[in-house]
């Protein structure tokens, strides 16, 4: 490896699983009851956090009501870099892009423990130049709720 990467390698990449089991990812980003919130280094991770939600939307909802309910993750997810959903609506999708935060889908269930894997194998091999951005812009921490939207 080389020094760059190394050092993006060494730092926490804070990542959020849409989870309802806390044990797979399982779920949708409407529907998801919680979220575990890992901060992950290429041999490394570390739980930080579990949100909880009880207001969510069903997976099956034509999400008519969906905006207050939505609002409230995406705030409760600052400071995260990825986010791992089965699916995310486009609306959602944007909000969660606006808020900082890469969406990334997966077509199946899987268990934490695999995603973790992924992650922490990407950043010991050359991350690609999406993740490496977002690693460097993560080890400023900085504040997306102050930000001001794009224009």
């Not at 575990?36 to 290429?42: E, F, G, I, K, P």
């Not at 956090?49 to 009880?54: H, T």
């Not at 080890?139 to 794009?150: G, Q």
Request: glycine share 4%; with cysteine; charged share 25%.
């Amino acid at each position: 490896m080389t020094d760059a990467t190394d050092a993006v390698a060494a730092r926490p990449l804070r990542i959020a699983v849409a989870t309802n089991d806390l044990e797979r990812l399982d779920a949708h980003f409407g529907s998801a009851m919680k979220f575990a919130l890992y901060d992950v280094t290429a041999e490394n991770c570390r739980l930080v956090e579990v949100l909880a939600f009880d207001d969510v939307t069903s997976e099956d909802s034509a999400h008519t009501d969906s905006e207050d309910r939505i609002t409230p993750k995406v705030e409760a997810l600052a400071g995260v870099a990825l986010l791992f959903v089965l699916a995310i609506g486009g609306p959602s999708a944007a909000k969660v892009v606006r808020a900082g935060i890469h969406p990334i889908k997966v077509k199946e269930a899987e268990p934490i423990a695999t995603v973790i894997e992924r992650v922490q194998e990407m950043l010991r091999s050359a991350p690609p130049p999406w993740l490496r951005k977002i690693i460097g812009a993560s080890s400023a921490r900085p504040n997306f709720m102050n930000e001001e939207e794009p224009a």
